[in-house]
């Protein structure tokens, strides 16, 4: 099927990616990760989910994932940035690859996640291809 | 509100120069005018009488040195004509054979009628013995005068004969043979002359000469002759022998044409009178000479001789007591005293007086113009005055309204002048300024824009400082509290600078709540919209399951159906807001009513007991709009149906209460799901705000929002009470009709019947 390339942009097939990767999603929406997870087996990572900022760290503590993918706007006591500040922290997690999503697309927004550490920053609604392009070149 | 000048600047100026407005003030006094006036006529008044003083003092000194000059011509004069006569005395002694001829010769040469006016001629007497008479006449007969004799005839004790008279032609020819003797007042002269040795001035007589034409007063100055030890004619001895007399050189005046000859024609303004004798010197005249006070022999001489000005003669005394200047003088000589009584003319007087009253009427037109001036100045002051306070009347008055206005006025003012320093300076501020800065009006008046930019300073927001003043329209955030939003305009024109303040604080907080709804909406429809095309692009790719595409449909259904229930709320929420209330359509509605419909409306076909309403209990008529109300109700119910489990039941029904005096109808929801903590429930009528953000239930979050808005249209209020684990109750409570009727309502069947 090429249905595909009905899309704007024309796609190249994907090949799963040689090596397997341990990927943590943290966002308060179900469906959100959902997406996340369905998008990212496609290329045959090992994905985690975790829906707020402590379990985020949490999990990174036991999964010492390769590359987190944080949603901004979260409830508790944490939002993504102060998770991605944390992270940062750590200095044995020097390799951890960080994106930020957030439905805030603004300059301003974007440029906190940079000086919170992250290695990139999804504006939602994003395309699976695009975080598929994101995450493969960030590992 | 207070309004204050430029004292400041003006205080210091006057300062240094006080006295002249003082001065120039005191003149502008209308009365002063007069008082200028009578001042100013009584100088001129004293100037006048100083210059006529003096101007008569002048006159009289000149007057006085005329009259010396004239008194000492006489005086020389007839001191010539003695030497004259002296000179006829030498010529006899010189000349032993003298005769005739010679005698005429010396005439000749003296020339009497070129160099002695009013002289007669030159004569000589001699005298004679009776015995001597006849052979005297013999001789002057032998001589060639055959009808010489001596006259008057008649027989007398001593003759005398005038036997010499030169120039002998005329009206001397009269006079020759006159025996000057028989008359007594030649005959005192002659025998005065015989006995002192000293030249003799006769009284007044007519002389012989006279021939009835023109006949003027005359007298006669005579030198005596004697004959010494040796019969030699000679003049007076050291000791005179009156005995040896042989006889007189004399010689006869006509008083007119002497005093012509001596004074001339030109008399000039004087007059003057001579009058024979010495006169008893009245006090009151100022000068007599030392001679006349010596000489004074001859007394009660009144009758003048000889006058300058013979037509006033009838009134030379009159003349002399008018006049102011008038002198009587002695003269002696040749043994009489003359009085002499000189007096100026009028119109002397009144010439001497001229510049005097040249500075009368000088000094009084200024007087009179000083007075028009003044007088003018300070009719023109009073003027001005009056202009000016009408003037200030009308400013003050429109100052007035103005500070009324502004009193009035919502926005803030600033109004500053320019002054002479070139600053602008603060004139005027009104409440709204001060209410605003916390400043009082005389904190502030007087200041230049850079001091008031300094007060302002420390009013503003820390992080907002204000831009000074001289940069005209700006944004200033007022620390408060209240905090303050003001927008700065600054109108210019010449002389003024005007900052107007705007109070724009709600208009900046509605821009910034619009902003952040619209940032939060589009926030809110991001996300379901993040599913919806992150999985319909994952049902495009080729490597997804049917599991999977299954799976992602159903999502993308939900979060679509969350995007339209956000859509239609954000409208609803739109309409509300932008109604708000105008197209409420109030009507007598019974809430029990609005709550059956809206259970019906809402009840799920594959759990039909899930939703309840208690029997009512009583009335419960509102007036409300029933579409609104039923809105709200939904959106509470529907709440309740998805924040609880399957298997509980939410309970609807309609109560009554009575608050603040006023009876209140709700309707009272209440269900046994998740409920929620404190800080949800002061969140709950947030717009946006989600009891569960997991998305596991779907919602925008702004359901309790267009509720609580359509309770507040409807002026009524909607009460929450909720606990986590136990469920929520939520009672939307508006004002009740006043029961109009007491029937009994029945009450209706249990909801899960209606469905």
Known sequence: MRRWRGHDVPMIERQPSATMNRILIVDDQPDLRELVRMTLEIDGHEVHEAADGA?????VRQLSPELVLLDVMMPGGMDGIAVCRALRADSTRRRLRIVMLSARGQKVDIEAGRAAGADAYLPKPFSPRQLLDVVSRLL | MEVIE???????????RHWTPRLESWLQRPSIALVILIGSLLLTGAAWWAARLFALDDARLRFERRTDDVQSRIERRMASYEAVLR???????????FDRKAWRRYVETVQP????????GFGIARLLRPDQVDSHEAAVRTEGFPSYSVRPAGARELYSAISHLEPLTGRNLRAFGYDMLSEPTRREAMLRARDTGLPAMSGIVTLVQEDGRNIQRGLLLYLPVYRDAQGQLTGPAEHVQPDRLWGWVYAPFRVNDLMN?????DTGSMALRILD????????????????????????????????????????ARIAAASRLHLTRSLAFGGRTWTIEYSGTDFESAADTWQANLVAVCGISI????????????????KVEREVQAQTAASQARLATLTAVSGLSPDAVLVFELDDDGLHRLVFTNPAFSRWFGLRPEDLLGLSERAVDEWLDGLTHADEAMPPLQQGDAHIVLAGPPRRVLERRCREDKCQRVYYFRDVTYQSEVERLKNEFLTTAAHELRTPLASVYGFAELLLHPQIDAEHRERAAQIIYRQATVLKHLVDELLDLSRIDSLRGRDFVAEDVDLQRVAEQCIEALTQPDAPHRLRLRPAVSTARAQVDPAKIQQALTNVVGNALKYSGADTSVEVGV???TQDDQPWIGIKVVDQGIGMNAEAVEHAFDRFYRADPSGHILGAGLGLSIVREILDIHQGRVELHSAPGVGTTVTLWVPALAPTQTEYIAPPEPADALS
């Not at chain 2, 007087?367 to 100045?377: G, H, M, V």
């Open chain 2, 87 to 97: 000179g006829g005395v030498a010529m006899l002694s010189a000349q032993p054979d």
């Open chain 2, 367 to 382: 007087d009179l113009l000083l007075f028009w001036s003044i007088a003018a100045l300070a009719r023109n002051k009073a």
């Open chain 2, 113 to 120: 009628e070129r160099h002695y006016p009013g002289i007669q």
């Open chain 2, 655 to 657: 109560e009554c209460c």
């Open chain 2, 261 to 265: 000859g001596i004074l001339g024609t």
């Open chain 2, 277 to 316: 004798g010495a006169k008893v010197a009245p006090p009151s005249d100022s000068t007599v000479s030392p001679g006349a006070v010596a000489a004074s022999v001859q007394a009660g001489a009144t009758e003048s001789f000889y006058n300058s000005d013979p037509a006033s003669a009838a009134s030379a």
């Open chain 2, 6 to 16: 430029h004292h400041r600047r003006a205080r210091a100026t006057t300062a240094t």
């Open chain 1, 55 to 59: 379990g985020a760290l949490q999990a």
